[in-house]
């Protein structure tokens, strides 16, 4: 039985005023200095992702101008499919506060590692709890249509760890533990029933300076 492998890569860093922000799933820009910056990644990545592979990006702007600068360092341009159910975490009213705003608006005890925990649900939004179980209903409907081939999903942090969530049979408290970082990549295998976790947060290695 052969594996269906999924690639995510996380976008690259958004500009500086949304860092400043709770953005969760507003569309907002790439920072143009980093696209600069992190030329090592792009290339990296465009190397280090199978040929020929099926790509995915979310219905936010960011994930495909982060494909389209892996294209640039080397990847061969491909057709980039739009699943809307692996964007970030609608977090409803509370989008666009200052994280002291939002530190204000919860309800609950936050997680350890996360602004909120995992079962916040704010007004007019979702908890990741409930991120949690929409991320893997595309995951596994990606994976039976694509059996034993190559899928690349340009997504997010928060639809990352939930992969890896509903990858490994973590709870969502749990799950908020992994640190995603921008342009990483974590690999997921399917053979069968069964899912299998081949890495997390792969980045390029730099060499330090003597």
Known sequence: MTNTRIFLVRHALVEPSARALIYGSMDVPLCGLALQQEALSYRWLAARLPAG???VVTSLSRTRATAAAIFAAGYEEAPLQ?????AEQHLGEWQGLSHEAFAEKIRHPPHPFWPHGADE???GGESFSEMVERVALVLERLAAETPGGDIVIVAHGGSIRASVAHAMGLTPHQALI???KNLSLTRLEKQGPDWRVAAVNEEPFTPVAA
Do not use: C, G, T
């Not at 739009?82 to 692996?86: A, G, Q, W």
């Open 178 to 180: 992994f640190s995603i």
């Open 82 to 86: 739009v699943e809307p159910d692996l």
């Open 121 to 123: 649900k704010p007004p």
């Open 53 to 55: 592979a099926r790509w």
